[in-house]
């Protein structure tokens, strides 16, 4: 089955332990994304990734690190979580470069710190 | 700036009647539309785009309309069903940019 798979589905940890959120995905898509959810906000783009190894930030980038090793991996790291990064997180994938196609998201990653 | 909302935040209707969603935009450069459905404890998922050379889109039960006019976009639900429950969001883009401006999304409710 085609999908985008995130992992933990739920996470609490404290401040300044650093985290990793992972994301997979099985269709050979070469754009990938993480998106941040918070209520009156919307999904607001944290880093993407056009290809293996070419990273870029979004529109809220700080406090975060991304990677793309491989094409179907694209982690998120937190290396000092606050709580105002306290989210419901989202990776998403493309099979074009960019966002001007269906994007896959995965199931969502609840992280609370505290 | 860049700003894509939604008229309504939550939007209630009766089983069997058709859903309308609407959805304005800001950026008179945007030319690509997208919505999604996000269902309880899930990602969004796809239902429809349309870019700005139409301004009609149909697919299975929905419709999206795209007035550039007036920088709008509606969804259509037809014959909207329980498993229509969702929020829905419309997002935009424009040529050259590396993202997608969502908008914050319209909860529909089916009444039985």
């Known amino acids: 089955e085609a999908q985008v798979t995130q992992n933990p589905r739920y996470l609490i940890t404290v401040t300044g332990k650093k985290l990793t959120v992972t994301c997979s995905q099985n269709m050979n898509h070469e754009y990938m994304s993480w998106y941040r959810q918070d209520p009156g906000l919307g999904l607001r783009q944290i880093y993407y990734?056009?290809?293996?190894?070419?990273?870029d930030k979004g529109d809220v980038p700080e406090g975060y690190k991304v990677s793309r090793k491989e094409k179907r991996n694209f982690p998120l790291i937190l290396e000092s979580p606050s709580p105002n990064q306290t989210s419901l997180y989202f990776c998403?994938?493309?099979?074009?470069?960019?966002?001007?196609?269906?994007?896959?998201f995965g199931n969502g990653t609840r992280l609370t710190v505290t | 700036g860049e700003n894509v909302g939604l008229h309504l935040p939550t939007l209630s209707v009766q089983e069997g009647d058709n859903s309308i969603i609407n959805c304005a935009y800001s950026?008179?450069?945007?030319?690509?539309f997208i919505w999604y459905k996000q269902e309880s404890g899930k990602g969004p998922q796809f239902i429809i785009d349309i870019r700005s050379n139409m301004d009609k889109r149909q697919g299975q039960r929905v419709t999206v309309l795209l007035n550039k006019t007036v920088k709008h976009l509606s969804l259509q639900i037809a014959a909207t069903q329980p498993g229509d429950s969702a929020v829905y969001f419309c997002a935009e883009n424009h040529q050259g940019a590396q993202k997608l401006v969502f908008g914050q999304g319209t909860r529909l409710t089916i009444n039985p």
């Open positions: 950026n008179s450069a945007s030319d690509y």
């Open positions: 998403a994938s493309s099979s074009v470069p960019g966002p001007r196609t269906p994007l896959h």
């Open positions: 990734s056009m290809n293996v190894e070419v990273t």
